[in-house]
């Protein structure tokens, strides 16, 4: 079997991820626009089990060691119907893998089971006000207090930011950096809004004010901790190239069904050469988006880390394929693409962000060209 090839188990929970999106098809608009975990959607997800792909065996997963190609087979199918539903599922993994990882027993024992059957929302609190791609700058801080630990700051931008019960929160700590897990109810920490974003999303901006945690909530090695958060992009950021992958097909399905339906000098759309040859180079970019996606995700199971310049590589293929992907679309459907609540004007907006999370395309470039400046290939 080739590594970007789908195996049986593989295409289970394919099949399992596309019945859930047909589910929240009807309502999938309305979750889209919600920057609160839509009802509709966590039930979905809370009866198909999925987030069980997110966490060890141990606590409720599937497997003692994450499979990124099968959260990014899921992805892909839920970012098909809703942007909303792919990032109640992305997240409760990126949220909690640092958990997961770098947790003591007690603490994962506690906390992960329920994320596996999204009894309890996770979140990652790393961005601050002043502090994006650049995360060795941070100036939250971390410091022993007593027999616990005090958090002190700010972070800006959180997914699930006031919908999650607990953040895994990165911070300085002397010359290192350090992790700490904070429970949402913790004194101290207060939760507002976040901004509203072209594509609606569930955004929170958090302060810690001397909130001080059990020394248990600490997670991985004291001032050692960057490379736990480096762990979570490395196994996370190839499955947002699978939400692409699901956005930019959903985006050429709805072109296509307009350019075979309609008609125009007296001929369908796509009998029109510049048309039909569109949607050709988006369906050419779509699969090319997928199979890069899918090899990627099958390296990273092993070891994420040394993977990462492929996740990297998938990520910046696949959200920039997407964004013309979408782009093609929308010029096909000519005035229909424009319409205000159409799908195709939702997936254009949600296809904007892809290429700023998670590792925006310049930075993830910019360090692909340095790998390549040593001799990486």
């Known amino acids: 079997m080739q590594l970007f090839d789908l195996g049986s188990r593989h295409r289970e929970i394919q099949v399992t991820a596309r019945s859930v999106a047909a589910r929240v098809e009807e309502f999938a608009a309305e979750a889209d626009e919600c920057t609160e975990p839509h009802p509709g959607v966590l039930a979905a997800l809370r009866e198909s089990g999925l987030a069980c792909l997110v966490v060890p065996a141990a606590y409720g997963g599937e497997s003692e060691i994450l499979d990124p190609l099968a ?28 958990l997961a ?37 941070v100036t939250t801080t ?13 972070k800006s931008f959180i997914t699930n930011g006031g919908a999650a019960d607990f953040y895994c929160v990165l911070g300085k700590e002397g010359d290192g950096y350090s992790m700490v897990l904070v429970p949402a109810d913790a004194p101290g920490l207060t939760v507002a809004p976040g901004s509203e974003l072209i594509a609606p999303h569930i955004l929170g ?18 001032g050692k901790a960057f490379a736990l958060m480096l762990q979570t992009l490395a196994v996370f950021r190839v499955t947002v190239a699978g939400s692409a992958v699901g956005l930019a097909q959903a985006a050429l399905d709805e072109a296509v069904r307009h350019a075979t339906t309609r008609e125009q000098f007296g001929k369908p759309l796509m009998a029109l050469g510049a048309v039909s040859q569109n949607l050709a180079l988006s369906w050419t970019e779509v699969e090319s988006a997928r199979a890069v996606t899918y090899r990627a995700a099958a390296l990273a199971r092993t070891d994420p880390l040394a993977s990462l310049d492929r996740s990297s590589i998938a990520k910046v293929a696949a959200t920039e394929a997407a964004g013309r992907v979408v782009d093609r679309s929308v010029q096909v459907m000519g005035r229909f693409g424009l319409v205000r609540g159409s799908k195709i004007e939702r997936l254009y907006r949600n296809a904007r962000p892809l ?15 340095r790998r390549l400046s040593k001799g990486a290939s």
């Open 205 to 222: 901006e958090l302060e810690f004010a001397d909130v001080i945690v059990p020394e248990d909530h600490r997670l991985g090695v004291p």
């Open 142 to 154: 971390v410091e022993a207090a007593g027999e616990g630990v005090r958090v002190n700051g700010r």
């Open 101 to 137: 990882v770098g947790g003591g027993d007690d603490l994962r024992a506690r906390w992960l089971p329920r994320v596996a059957r999204l009894e309890a929302i996770a979140g990652l609190a790393l961005t601050e006000p002043g502090i994006g791609s650049d995360l060795r700058g």
């Open 355 to 369: 290429r700023v999370y998670e590792g925006a395309t310049e930075v993830l470039l910019d360090s692909l060209g």
């Open 71 to 98: 959260i990014a087979v899921v992805r892909e199918a839920l970012m098909y119907s809703s942007a909303h539903l792919d990032s109640m599922f992305g997240m409760q993994g990126v949220g909690s893998y640092s």
